[in-house]
């Protein structure tokens, strides 16, 4: 059977010490009537806002360990329509103090064909880590992605790569504070006397 549409995505990860931000821009282009959105989503997200022409409302279904997010909307989609949705998961206690290797969580449109978007990360710049493209895709710049979706969202945030995302790509990035690098100087100063020798040795760290 024929998917319902097809949907461009362009997808902008915001990391810090919290959790992560997902901001997902999906444009479907529909073959029939569309009137209900679902999404398959990674445990722990939770919508922040959603901006959907005609939305009537919404709702989070599936189970604990693969839920779901529904909207209806009415009228259905026309072509080409965009649809904005905001994401946060909060991180675990203890998973926020140190480098950490992330993974870009599931935000995936269902009963749909995808095609192969853009995924920015941002990420604090005083952490270290850099989303390198995989082996068998091109690299694209930072100001691709900005080009494609306009004024981005206000953030004191660094860019941190941007990759080309297919419907079963699975995107991690290994990053948190950089590390604290110390440096040591050291001194040793002898003196002789009568029956005696001094010996002082001063570190500086």
């Known amino acids: 059977e024929q998917a319902a549409a097809t949907v461009e995505n362009l997808m902008l990860w915001d ?16 073959r029939r009537r ?19 022409p005609g939305l009537v409302d919404s709702s989070r279904e599936g189970t604990p360990q693969n ?16 649809i904005l949705l905001d994401f946060w998961r909060p991180l675990r206690g203890g998973e926020s103090g140190s ?6 969580p599931k935000v995936e449109p269902l009963g749909v064909d995808r095609e192969s978007g853009l995924l920015a990360v941002r990420r604090p710049g005083y952490w270290t880590g850099r989303l390198e493209p ?3 895709s091109e690299p694209v710049g930072d100001e691709t992605f900005v080009r ?18 297919g419907a079963k790509d699975v995107v991690e990035l290994r990053t948190g504070p950089a590390p604290t690098r110390y440096r040591r100087r050291a001194a040793t100063r002898l003196q002789g006397d009568a029956g005696r020798v001094d010996c002082r040795f001063d570190v500086e760290l």
Not at 34 to 52: D, H, K, M, N, Y
Not at 76 to 82: A, I, K, S, V
Not at 148 to 165: Q, V
Request: glycine share 6%; charged share 25%.
């Open 67 to 82: 839920p779901e997010w529904v909207a209806r909307i009415d009228p259905p989609l026309t072509e080409r329509t965009t």
């Open 99 to 104: 480098a950490a290797t992330r993974r870009f």
């Open 34 to 52: 569309i009137s209900t959105i679902r999404l398959a989503l990674e445990p722990g997200l939770v919508p922040r806002s959603v901006q959907i």
């Open 134 to 136: 995989s082996a068998d």
């Open 15 to 30: 990391l810090d010490p919290a959790g992560e931000r997902v901001r997902a821009r999906l444009t479907y282009r529909p």
């Open 148 to 165: 494609a979706w306009g004024t981005l969202p206000d953030g004191a945030l660094t860019f941190a790569g941007t990759a080309r995302l």
